[in-house]
């Protein structure tokens, strides 16, 4: 799939506009079970979420794919990893934890986080040589 650093940061802009107007969701249920569990080990609450959200840039950009689950295969899914210092929730250490981040922007400008949670594999940054544009929003 073709994607360059303006669009993603476009795109980056559009997800920023919604998380700080409140139009979005981490999602939380049995079928995410990793992101429940970055929420068990770590000490993170919604504020540092919305923190790390709108620290994203196209640097930290890795993939699109695409929804596949059925009626919405014409979703994209853009895939990004962020490196962010969290206390452990059972000890005292603080710990640098990559995080897998995988956003849905939906058409009415709502977006669902559908993966937050420490990474399961390392992720290639797509851009990661380049200087991300300004978002100005």
């Known amino acids: 799939m073709n994607y360059s650093p303006e669009a993603v940061s476009s795109y980056l802009c559009q997800v920023k506009t919604a998380v700080r107007a409140g139009n979005y ?32 840039t196209s640097c930290d950009f890795s993939e699109i794919l695409h929804n596949e689950h059925p009626g ?6 853009y895939v990004f990893g962020r490196e962010v210092n969290l206390l452990q929730r059972f000890g005292d250490k603080e710990e640098t934890v990559p995080l897998y981040i995988k956003l849905n ?17 390392p992720l290639s940054c797509a851009f990661s040589k380049i200087q991300p544009p300004q978002c100005f929003t």
């Open 72 to 77: 919405f295969t014409h979703e994209q899914l």
């Open 105 to 121: 922007k939906l058409e009415n400008q709502f977006v669902i986080i559908i993966s937050f949670h420490k990474q399961s594999y």
């Open 25 to 56: 969701r981490i999602e939380q249920n049995h079928k995410r079970r990793k992101n429940l569990a970055l929420f068990k080990d770590y000490v993170i609450d919604e504020a540092k979420c919305r923190e790390i959200l709108l620290s994203l």
